[in-house]
């Protein structure tokens, strides 16, 4: 089978959602419209500890699912909306390929 040049960065985009938690700080930083939430922000909303928020916040970093900027003492994220929809897009591609060839079956 072909490999994409995208399949690894695609494979660790989606890796990187693999936990409700992350599922629930997607959400969140999704309701915010393309704006950033701060570290403290994001740690009210989930009543996640600092450690566990951080763990999930760099694995979402190391999937390109967001970026991170400090500003003064304060750090915020913000969604990767380009790594997201290209992920979101190659899911939709494959499930509609799989409907297809079932209802062809």
Do not use: V
Not at 24 to 31: A, C, T
Not at 47 to 66: A, P, S
Not at 95 to 102: I, V
């Amino acid at each position: 089978m072909p490999k994409h040049e995208n399949d690894e960065n695609i494979a660790r985009a989606l890796k990187s959602l693999c936990h409700p938690r992350r599922i629930i700080i997607m959400r969140l930083l999704s309701e915010t419209k393309g704006s950033e939430l701060a570290f403290r922000q994001l740690q009210l909303a989930t009543g996640l500890k600092n450690n566990t928020l951080l763990h999930h916040l760099r694995e979402m970093e190391r999937g390109w699912l967001l970026t991170r900027q400090r500003k003064g003492p304060e750090t915020y994220y913000k969604l990767s909306a380009d790594s997201l929809l290209h992920s979101m897009d190659l899911i939709h591609e494959i499930m509609n390929a799989r409907f297809h060839s079932s209802q062809a079956a």
